[in-house]
C-alpha cells in the first residue's frame, strides 16, 4: 500500500474529506478502509474545535497538514481527526467510521468506537500520519462507490454550520455510523 503524501492533506478540507473515502487507516497491524467522514472548515465553522481560537488542545489543527488531532470527548471516547489545508488554517477531518480489513476487533460505527478498535488514543495527537507505524493509504483495489452527503451529528449549538452538508459517506455501506 502507498501512504498518501503530504500533498493529499494540503488541500481544501472538502475535498480532502471526499477523498479520504476508501482510503485505509492503518495503525500497527490493524487497517480499515475509511467509510465515513465529517469537514472542519477551520475558526469561522463555529462547530469545528479551532472556533474557539488557538488552545493547547487545538494547537495541533493550527499545524501543519498531514498530522493526527486525537482529542478525548466524554470522558472516556477518543476521536481522530486529520489536519488539513496549510499551517495556521485550523481544519481538519474527523474519521466517523470505518469498514474492518485487517485485525480490527470491536465495533468501528462512529468515532469513539473506531479509535477504541483501531487503538488510537491520546498519545497518537500530533503524530505525523506520513509515518510508518500510523498512516492512510491508497487500497490495493479500490472499489466503486456512491457518496451521500448529509449534515454532521452532534454540532446542533453551530447554528447554521449544523445544517451545512459536511459529512460525507459510502452509500450503502453497513459500516456507516447513522444514516
Known sequence: MRTLPRSFYDRDTILVAEDLLGKYLVHADRAGRIV??????????LAAHSARGLTERTKVMFGPPGHAYVYMIYGMYYCMNVVTEREGHASAVLLRAVEPIQNVNGRTQGPGLLCKAMGIDRRLNAHDLLSDDFYIAEPPKEKPFTIAKRPRIGVEYAGRWAKRHLRFYIKGNPFVSRL
Open 36 to 45: 465515513e467522514v465529517e469537514a472542519y472548515l477551520g475558526p469561522h465553522d
